[in-house]
Antibody, heavy 121, light 111 residues
Framework: EVQLVESGGGLVQPGGSLRLSCAASGFSFRSYWMSWVRQAPGKGLEWVAN????????YSVDSVKGRFTVSRDNAKNSLYLQMNSLRAEDTAVYYC??????????????WGQGTLVTVSS | QSVLTQPPSVSGAPGQRVTISCTGSSSNIGAGFDVHWYQQLPGTAPKLLIYANANRPSGVPDRFSGSKSGTSASLAITGLQAEDEADYYC???????????FGGGTKLTVL
């Protein structure tokens, strides 16, 4: 059974940093691209970042470029999101999601339960 | 303002059929990029419902179906059940933004 378990969320002051983790199990982690998707309270879903199998390619939404860094450790079956210079508008539940490809296009086929990040003074 | 436009809400009685639209543009759906659909039950994580426009993952009932035409896509739900009450999101890729994008979400109410 595919399982994705996020951790590391919490309350942080504006300008602060936080590192999210996602522990994966039930599949060959090194064989899948992975992603972070967030959802602000009462709002819709927003893609944040993707990372390739070996970490050699990374993509992120413009609003987090230069502040957030996605990484992975295939030996530990883990995905990470380092978040710096946090802003109030980064407040959201952050989901870890597995990416599957169909004819060259990506979709998110499994999701974790999410971890809440609150940016407030 | 989401790149993909969905109606904020739809509703239907048990047993009825409802559709949820997802309207994009020439840089996403109209460019030929696939549309995927997710269901988010209250208080839970999203779940993949339809991928690559019209394909159902294992375990998703055939009451759910997807289609795509031009710059739009649709999710149809037949034989509505109370357990279908949820938020539904469409997703695609936008070449102008170089980003994976979601619709704003549609809340389905089963009357």
């Amino acid at each position: 059974e595919v399982q994705l378990v996020e951790s590391g969320g919490g309350l942080v002051q504006p300008g602060g940093s936080l590192r999210l983790s996602c522990a994966a199990s039930g599949f060959s982690f090194r064989s899948y691209w992975m992603s972070w998707v967030r959802q602000a309270p009462g709002k819709g879903l927003e893609w944040v970042a993707n990372i390739k199998l070996d970490g050699s390619e990374k993509y992120s939404v413009d609003s987090v470029k230069g502040r957030f860094t996605v990484s992975r450790d295939n030996a530990k079956n883990s995905l990470y999101l380092q978040m710096n210079s946090l802003r109030a508008e980064d407040t959201a539940v952050y989901y870890c999601a597995r990416i599957s490809w169909t004819q060259g296009e990506a979709h998110f086929d499994y999701w974790g339960q999410g971890t809440l990040v609150t940016v407030s003074s | 303002q989401s790149v993909l436009t969905q109606p904020p809400s739809v509703s239907g009685a048990p047993g009825q059929r409802v559709t949820i639209s997802c309207t994009g543009s020439s840089s996403n759906i109209g460019a030929g990029f696939d549309v995927h659909w997710y269901q988010q039950l209250p208080g839970t994580a999203p779940k993949l419902l339809i991928y690559a426009n019209a394909n159902r993952p294992s375990g998703v009932p055939d009451r759910f179906s997807g289609s795509k035409s031009g710059t739009s896509a649709s999710l149809a739900i037949t034989g509505l059940q109370a357990e279908d009450e949820a938020d539904y999101y469409c997703q695609s890729y936008d070449s102008s933004l170089s980003a994976w994008v979601f619709g704003g979400g549609t809340k389905l109410t089963v009357l």
